[in-house]
């Protein structure tokens, strides 16, 4: 197994060391997001999630307020920052130095999360589609960009995903994508895969297969595969029931290069990380 090389990325000035892999909570802001009990509504569960993924050992905490489920509603920009200001608010609150990304397609958005709340990371499931001045705000931002590969957007992205070959399809909108921020002068750049974005579960097994291949780009690489559709539709059973895939997933993600986990599950995602680190110190013991 090859040792992974160090790979850093400039989170508020300090160097985020992903030689080991890092686990992102997630924090859904959200009335309707596919996992029901991700949901934080209030105050208090708001609170006590963020206290959960702390003290569970994620290394970053990805805010969202507009749900990407398949044919979720959409969500006004002005309602989407109402309830992010109160999410971050309350972040901010309880853990001040927090490394915070945040889940959201749209440039002003990204904008007031950077500029009123320090958030350090901004994860766009559109990789710039969505907004065009995504990209350009992001190289003014001078913060690190998560972009997903998306066939589609969240309202359709599921009625009939089809690629004549996908692995060529989503290396090459990467491959452009990357070359366009770089010209605007955008330093940190990690790349996701997009499971369950636009694809059937045929499409994100052989992505899983081939994850490895997103190396060549030579970026941080994202894994989001957390409770997803590939893992329940594929075993017959639903959202709630998905912790063990996920975990089985998770595991497969680090083998191939997956450098961040994002997850609901922070405490067996760590674990997980532990669990593959301790192996990798022997890998190259036999060669």
Known sequence: METPK??????????LNLSTPCVMGIL???PDSFYADSRMQTEKEIVQRIEQIVSEGAGIIDIGAYSSRP?????????????LRLGLTILRRIVPEAIVSV????????????????VAIINDIAAGEMDAEMFRTVARLNVPYIMMHMQGTPQDMQQHPHYDNLLKEVFQYFA????????????????????????????????LAHLEEFRVFELP????????SMIYRLLGTTPQEALNGTTVLDTICLLKGADILRVHDVREAVETVKIVEAMRKYSDSML
């Open 176 to 207: 452009r994508k990357v070359q366009q921020l770089r010209d605007l002068g955008v330093k940190d750049i990690i790349l996701d895969p997009g499971f369950g974005f636009g694809k059937t579960v045929e499409h994100n097994y052989e992505l």
């Open 28 to 30: 859904n802001i959200t």
């Open 71 to 83: 044919n979720a509603a959409d969500v006004s920009a002005q309602e989407e920052m109402e309830r």
């Open 6 to 15: 160090a790979k850093y990325i400039n989170v508020n000035g300090t160097l």
């Open 103 to 118: 889940d959201t397609f749209r440039a002003d958005v990204a904008r007031m999360c950077v500029e009123e709340f320090g």
């Open 221 to 228: 690489l994202l894994a989001g595969v957390s409770r997803k």
